[in-house]
């Protein structure tokens, strides 16, 4: 369960590794810098509180994590749900939903659920992906136009309508400045893809904002300078009405985290050649998040561009992103100072561009094309995020997609009714019939006063109202009745309670019932209830031939 690959990553360390990790981290720490600042302060906190995150999360998730080269920290993931805690309830509150986040991360570990997370559907993942993706581009258009709007709501609809209130307020260098980090962080990748856009963006328009003392707002002018150091910030206030009115909140900045950090995982997998934990990831995580929540840090998460830069340049051992968190660390005490030059529309345009590079725009065009159903629960997700709130996004997103999931399952699970001759003659079933040498097609004859129900799918509650219309069909009650379950791989409780009905139903009416071709989880749910002893074993057969020769004895009898 709890497996961190620390403890395996090491073994035949080199110096020629431990030259590549030390280079990968560095390069890693230099794109941390700008992007832990930019989503502090997107997400309502202080430039200082990302860099601790990324310093905190990096070396915890190093240490105790289930990848050999996972880079955690603050990304824009939680820039949506962050700000909007931080509004309402001010940092002691993000504080507080970060902590039981952790906590909740942990149980998700213990409890073995890393590999559940990967049954959320796709259409959800990429409908709020998109949708905080919409919601940064729109929180950020303040800042890349100088207005300067610490105090702006949470809400994208209430952003909009004050970005029109406060038009007259457009500050036009401010505006230029966004506009050369933006040309310059997305066409960088065309001179060089070794050194961060973003870091040259934000060094060609500071330099002159600081040497030329430009009118522009900095993070100085709106966060004053920064502390050279970590801060103890310790556990927040806590009271049992905040917990609970903050705990819809922290489940999803736990399953951000989880989705995020194993999606990471995963691609990474590929790139060195390894296989992550998925327990000992989220358990990782978990700390990460409470211990940078101590110190005064964000939610936190695997974040992919680092990890992968991470891999991409030689990084195969934990020793990368510890390395990349001490280059933070250094970077915050010695020229901590001067980030306060950095213009907020600087941090903007480069988020701008993180936005948009996370939004799945051409995966929406593509399932546009797919199941109506699956494009019904995108758009669904999608909209409630932009509009509303991601925490009621993801759950109407998930009990959407249930539902749709329960529909599909039915309609493709079917219930045939096979039943013989009531004038005495015998009707006939044709069938494929396996044998250890051979496989041949078989016409089995159904005797009269005998009824095969052929199911077909899971026997789930989804079906069991299909099946129940299916015989409410049959006119008059057969002598025996023939269950043929040998295409049913799963069956749930409603499923069980419809078996026994029809036991009870059989027996009340001095008829008999036999089931047919039971497989395994079947098999088992049936012994567990009991029904497996109350139906018989005589009367449970492997195949169809000794079914229908168990349906004559029974009439015989």
């Known amino acids: 369960m709890f497996q961190p690959k620390s403890l395996t990553a090491l073994h035949g360390y080199t110096r020629r590794q431990l030259g590549r990790d030390v280079t990968s981290g560095v390069i890693v720490g230099v794109i941390a810098v700008p992007l832990s600042i930019a989503v502090a302060v997107a997400s309502g906190v202080s430039p200082q509180q990302g860099l601790t995150t990324a310093i905190i999360a990096g070396v915890v998730v190093a ?33 507080l939903a ?19 997370i990967q049954f959320i559907p796709y259409p959800i993942v990429v409908g709020f992906t998109s949708g905080i993706a919409t919601v940064i581009l729109i929180s950020q258009f303040g800042d890349l136009v100088g207005m300067s709007l610490p105090d702006a709501p949470p809400g994208a609809v209430e952003r909009i309508a004050r970005y029109v209130q406060e038009l007259p307020r457009i500050r036009p260098l401010d505006t230029l400045v966004a506009a050369v980090t933006i040309a310059v962080t997305a066409g960088w990748k065309h001179v060089s893809r070794r050194v961060p856009g973003a870091l040259v963006a934000i060094l060609v328009v500071t330099v002159p904002v600081a040497l030329f003392e430009l009118p522009v707002v900095t993070i100085g002018s709106r966060f004053g300078a920064l502390p050279r150091t970590l801060e103890w910030y310790g556990l927040p206030d806590a009271s049992l009405p905040l917990i609970q009115e903050l705990a819809v909140p922290a489940f999803t900045i736990a399953l951000l985290c989880a989705i995020e950090s194993l999606f990471t995982a995963l691609v990474t997998d590929g790139m060195v050649g390894d296989r992550h934990e998925s327990d000992t990831e989220l358990i990782a995580e978990g700390g990460a998040n409470l211990l940078a929540a101590l110190f005064g840090g964000i939610p936190a998460s695997g974040a992919i561009a680092r990890t992968a830069t991470n891999a991409k340049n030689g990084g195969r051992t934990p020793v990368a992103a510890i390395t990349g968190a001490v280059f933070v660390f250094v970077i915050l005490a010695a020229l901590g100072p001067l980030a306060s030059f950095i213009p ?12 948009w590079n996370m939004g799945e725009w051409r995966t929406l065009a593509a399932l546009a094309r797919g199941p109506k159903s699956d494009m019904t629960v995108l758009m669904v997700t999608y909209a409630l995020t932009v509009l509303i709130d991601l925490a009621v996004a993801i759950q109407v997103g998930m009990v959407l997609a249930a539902l749709l999931f329960m529909r599909r399952m039915s309609v493709v699970s079917d219930v045939t009714v096979h039943t013989g001759s009531h004038d005495g003659a015998a009707a006939g079933l044709t069938e494929t019939d396996s044998s250890d040498e051979e496989v041949s097609a078989v016409e089995h004859q159904i005797p009269e006063d005998v009824e095969i129900y052929e199911i077909d799918g899971a026997l789930f509650f989804g079906v069991a109202e299909k099946f129940r219309n299916t015989m409410l069909l049959i006119e008059r009650r057969p002598r025996v009745r023939i269950v043929r379950m040998r295409n049913v791989t799963a069956i749930d409780l409603t499923g069980l309670r419809l078996l026994e009905d029809l036991v009870n139903d059989s027996r009340h009416h001095g008829n008999h019932f036999v089931l047919s071709g039971l497989k395994a989880q079947p098999e088992r749910a049936l012994r567990k209830a009991g029904l497996y002893n109350a139906i018989g074993e005589e009367n449970i057969t492997r195949t169809l031939r000794e079914a229908l020769a168990r349906a004559e004895q029974l009439k015989q009898e």
């Open 98 to 116: 970060t902590i039981m986040a952790a906590l909740m991360l942990v149980v998700m570990g213990v409890a073995g659920l890393g590999k559940v």
């Open 63 to 95: 240490l105790f994590g289930g990848s050999r080269v996972q880079v955690s920290g603050p990304t824009g993931t939680f820039i949506v749900i962050s700000y909007a805690i931080a509004a309402q309830y001010g940092y002691d509150g993000l504080a």
């Open 344 to 355: 907020l529309a600087a941090l903007a345009g480069v988020l701008t561009v993180v936005a």
